[in-house]
């Protein structure tokens, strides 16, 4: 019984984390940057330190200080994952796992952002914003693809509202700071070989004939901080340089168990429907780096350089409370850096064109990697307008393109059984947002 109950404790600890990882987000691991269309158009350069975005309230308090006037902007992203997987699978004892390719992992999700950015006067600035930062949607087409005991469903959502604030100095120099209020809440599901985990191995017929399901769903929320300054040292110019703080997460949540048959040897009492799982885990800290120059009145470049602290997911302990054994489960990634490069034309006094370049790193690796994180390096290509009816109401519209670099996986079941094989994936995000001062 305890045997049984600890493989199922493992098997949910590689889901936790693992899913929190899948790439729904468009930047490494399970990072969403899209708060902001004018930004993505840019492939996200210049995002805490550009002219005109209310975006920068979650991305740089400080560069609040640059608008005069109050400003409401909402942001929509749509991102649409594809992904695939190619290979195959054995148990055991070396035999073939049944089952398909899963079909398209990806899945299509909407991005809101809201931002407001209100100006006090003798320098003192603030604003608010309601952004989801990290999350993903992927799921499995198949309840009996071939890697259906690695990964089924993976529904993770993050909500952060922020309250922000600047000074300005003078006209070179700002501060800003912001408090974070997340919510994470999370769903996931993978299969579970209880042939094999009730009879040990014992029964090399029983093994996948078996199967159920494991669920876990939990939440949690808590509180992290944001802290910015900005460096303009001539009107056409700023520097913005922001650092966002790690929230800690203890999710305490359920685990649930069904069948998928029952036979003599599987009585239904065998194993508990469900029990309790607590564990905790972090989204990550960032550095940002970003400068936009205007080289003329109508041309501005913009750069950003961005530092993920990916390495403080090293392992994921889980606690069950019907005194299951504690359960580990290794990761070991790594520090990511991302860049961009961008630009804006304003090619009309009331139209402005953006485009942008920018490559992301993913922070797993080949001995690590998971098919609910079958990440890889990214590149971004971007595009956008922008349209000026007049001096206070602006209107934006983005497209993004973002290949993930072909990866692989050699996946080791805690039943035994092992996928192997490659994944190739992509994404489209379109985006739309309005602007308005007052």
């Not at 997911?313 to 070991?332: A, I, R």
């Not at 690590?368 to 009816?389: C, F, T, V």
Request: aromatic letters at 10%.
């Amino acid at each position: 019984m305890r045997k049984s109950h600890s493989m199922m404790a493992s098997t949910l600890a590689i889901a936790v984390v693992a899913a929190l990882a899948c790439t729904q987000a468009m930047a490494s691991g399970f990072q969403i940057r899209e708060d902001s269309i004018q930004a993505m158009s840019r492939s996200m350069a210049g995002s805490g330190s550009d002219w005109g975005d209310a975006a920068v309230v979650a991305n740089n308090p400080a560069a609040m200080s640059l608008f005069g006037q109050t400003t409401v902007q909402t942001d929509l992203t749509l991102i649409d994952l594809s992904g695939h997987f190619t290979g195959g699978g054995v148990d055991v004892l070396g035999r073939p796992l049944t089952g398909g390719n899963g079909g398209d992992l990806g899945d299509t999700a909407p991005v809101p952002a809201f931002h407001a950015i209100i100006p006090f006067g003798n320098g003192f600035t603030l604003g608010a914003s309601v952004t989801a930062p990290f999350g993903l949607k992927t799921e499995y087409n198949d309840i009996n693809w071939v890697g259906r005991y690695q990964a089924l469903k993976s529904d993770v959502k993050t909500v952060d509202i922020t309250v922000a604030g600047a000074y300005k100095f003078n006209d070179m120099f700002s501060v800003g700071a912001s408090v974070i209020y997340q919510r994470l809440d999370a769903e996931l599901t993978n299969a579970v070989d209880f042939g094999a985990i009730a009879l040990k191995g014992g029964c090399p017929v029983c093994q996948t004939q078996v199967d159920g399901t494991a669920r876990i769903k939990g939440n949690d929320s808590n509180w992290g901080w944001d802290i910015g300054v900005l460096f303009s040292p001539s009107k056409d110019t700023n520097i913005g340089l922001n650092y966002r703080s790690k929230i800690n997460h203890s999710i305490d949540g359920k685990a649930s168990f069904t069948k998928g048959l029952y036979s003599p040897l599987f009585p239904a009492g065998i194993f508990d429907p469900e029990t309790t799982a607590m564990t905790s885990v972090a989204t990550p800290s960032v550095v940002t780096l970003s400068a936009s120059q205007k080289l003329s009145d109508t041309f501005t470049l913009s750069a950003s350089v961005e530092r993920t602290n990916w390495s403080s997911l090293k392992n994921l302990v889980v606690v069950f409370g019907d005194n299951t054994p504690t359960s580990t489960e290794t990761f070991n990634w790594k520090d990511t850096t991302a860049f961009a490069i961008g630009m804006d034309w304003q090619f009309d006094p009331h139209w402005v064109l953006r485009a942008g370049y920018g490559h992301d790193q993913t922070p797993t690796n080949n001995t690590w990697r998971d098919p609910r994180l079958p990440d890889g390096n990214r590149n971004q290509y971007s595009i956008g307008l922008g349209w000026m009816p007049n001096d206070k109401v602006t209107f934006n519209a983005g497209y993004s393109y973002v290949s993930i670099t072909k990866t692989s996986v050699n996946d080791l079941a805690v039943t035994r059984s092992t996928l192997v094989g490659n994944y190739n994936g992509d994404a489209n995000l379109f985006g739309v947002s309005a602007t308005f001062a007052f």
